[in-house]
């Protein structure tokens, strides 16, 4: 049997499937600041007697990092960059600790200055000074050459509790967003840690003693032992468990909307014949322009608890969050209310969720009963329209899935798929409204667990040749052999698949679940001097694409 969780911020969702049918699913509320005893209450629920050497996998994702970006709540971390000629650093600024120090790489791996080693101790006593415990580190060019940061990184061990490198994140060039994306990994490092603690806690107290998987960004998963050093990769993995999540009940050949209506917000996808959107360069969260390969999704502040109000006799609804409907013990009306007293939901305290919408009902001259209904089309209708405007900037640019560029393609939704607890109910209201076919995924409720719980590991690898030099690299693998002039692409080729298929199993792959591999980049570079052919420099990524873990087919069905 299997398991996954789904850590949100007002909930967490377990399941536990055995390769034929859903054995036991769970809600506990989220503490946040108790994570050990939310995670272990959803444990004990899920497990009750059943022996912890029936399970083989546990997939948790969460959306704890997320919402640390969100709301700005992260630590103060230290950066240091070095950039040498060209593109000044300081216009990439992460905060008030950033140091841009001497030293630089050029684009072929070469030094072209060395590091101030004074310089650098001289920024690591300011750093101390300023109480920070983690660090991030960027030399520009580093995927050629990250001796620089290595360099730096043996000066700063002794004194921080972790420093992090730009060579690591990505082997994709890019400088501005390998800042961004080393300080995240920095910054979101003390709670996902806390985190990982949690659950390894809440494992040994139930006896479960199997390696965790985490859901990725990119709809995959990795080991949570590995994300202690890609903190980062666990944004959107909530977001990510949704997509998962409704993907066997998309349909062939055709475009459609994935909705996870949550009690703060609703996250909106898209699957093009049943493959998920890719953000191709890297995902965005408001300041970060980063390197995590992710799915494409936004996040709207719309959901079933978002606060109902009237300004100018006009209803508003969201973005803000004042906790729960008032049919569970909240203050303020909300969509979950009105749907409390349109009868559509069973759930909940009428008497309370009546008294809500009767305030919004008088102030705009209704009855309850036609407050209510408003308030539940005008919900559909926001959802909708920011749905929409996505599509428009989604066709405005190149089309990316997680299988292939589709040049040329405008998608054109013709179904939508909700997840999330009130999913019924607006799954039948949107299809009236709108006309378009529209169905809640079964057990939606619980979708972005199950979604975690079945999805299969993925990872990627960049690797670069340069015959005139003599060397092959990936340096984000720590991996570099030396090479003859005769080194071939399908030298290349066979060494990034070795590479992949190592990276994989260590991620904590099943090697029976690693035949969906693709070279996803390739590229080929004469050197040539005084009319004379020198060498030959190569460049290739492959991945290990998203997709459903198998034996599990008929649990969908």
């Known amino acids: 049997m299997i398991i996954g969780i789904d850590v949100g911020g007002t909930h967490t969702d377990a399941v536990l499937l055995s390769s034929s049918r859903i054995e036991k699913k769970v809600k506990v509320p989220t503490d946040s600041g108790d994570l050990f005893n939310t995670i272990l209450s959803g444990f004990t629920l899920l497990l009750g007697n059943i022996d912890p050497k029936n399970i083989e996998r546990i997939v948790i994702s969460t959306t704890l990092t997320t919402n640390a970006i969100v709301q700005k709540n ?6 240091i960059v070095s950039a040498g000629p060209g593109i000044d650093p300081n216009a990439f600024r992460t905060g008030e600790h950033y140091y841009c120090v001497s030293g630089s790489i050029n684009h072929r791996g070469r030094e072209k200055e060395p590091v101030n080693m004074m310089e650098i101790k001289d920024v690591t006593e300011k750093l101390k000074k300023a109480g920070l415990e983690y660090i991030g580190v960027v030399s520009k060019f580093c995927v050629r050459n990250p ?32 800042i961004a994306t080393t300080h995240l990994n920095a910054a979101v490092f003390p709670l996902h840690k806390s985190f990982f603690e ?47 999540g409704a993907i066997p009940y998309a349909p062939k050949k055709q475009d459609a909307i994935v909705l996870d209506v949550g009690g703060t917000t609703t996250d909106i996808s898209f699957l093009v014949d049943r493959a ?11 300041q970060y322009k980063s390197l995590i390969r992710s799915l494409r999704t936004d ?29 569970f013990g909240g203050t303020e ?33 209704l009855t309850d009963k036609e407050a209510a209904d408003k308030i ?20 405005s640019k190149p089309v990316y899935t997680v299988h292939e560029f589709l040049e040329g393609y405008k998608i054109s939704p013709r179904k939508i798929l909700l997840l999330g607890g009130p999913a019924p109910y607006f799954a ?7 006309h378009i076919k529209t169905i809640a995924v079964p057990e939606s409720s619980v979708a972005n667990a199950i979604g975690a719980a079945l999805a299969r590991t993925t990872c990627e690898v960049s690797l670069n040749a340069d015959t005139e030099i003599g060397i092959v690299t990936a340096h984000e693998e720590g991996f570099a052999e030396p090479i003859s002039k005769s080194y071939s692409e399908d030298d290349l080729i066979e060494t990034a698949y070795t590479l992949l298929k190592e990276k994989a199993v260590n991620s904590g792959a099943d090697p029976d679940n690693l035949d969906e591999v693709e070279v996803v980049e390739f590229q080929k570079f004469n050197i040539v001097r005084n009319f004379s052919p020198k060498g030959k420099i190569f460049r290739t990524k492959i991945q290990l694409k998203p997709g459903l873990i198998k034996g599990f087919e008929t649990v969908l069905k």
Do not use: W
Request: proline residues 6%.
């Open 74 to 79: 992260m630590d103060p971390v230290g950066m």
């Open 147 to 178: 001796s620089h940061e290595i360099l730096i990184k043996r000066i700063l061990n002794k004194h921080f509790k972790k420093v992090f490198l730009g060579h690591h994140v990505s082997g994709n060039l890019n400088f501005p967003r390998r």
């Open 198 to 244: 949690a659950v390894q806690q809440s494992l040994e107290k139930k006896g479960l003693t199997i390696p965790i998987q985490i859901l990725k960004a990119d709809g995959g998963t990795m080991s949570l032992k590995t994300s202690m050093d890609f903190p980062g990769q666990t944004v959107l993995s909530g977001p990510a468990a949704s997509i998962m």
């Open 276 to 286: 998920p959107l890719l953000e191709p360069v890297g995902i965005q969260r408001g």
């Open 299 to 327: 996040s709207e502040g719309i959901g079933g608890d978002s606060m109902v109000k009237v300004e100018d006799r006009e209803l508003v609804i969201g973005p803000d969050r004042k906790g729960p409907a008032m049919a």
């Open 333 to 365: 009306p909300t969509p979950t209310d009105a749907l409390v007293v349109l009868g559509l939901m069973p759930e909940g305290d009428h008497e309370n969720a009546g008294i809500g919408i009767h305030k919004i009902a008088q102030k705009i001259g």
């Open 376 to 395: 539940f089309k005008k919900c559909c209708s926001i959802m909708l329209k920011k749905t929409f405007e996505m599509v428009d900037k989604i066709n």
């Open 428 to 434: 039948k209201k949107i299809e009236e409204l709108y």
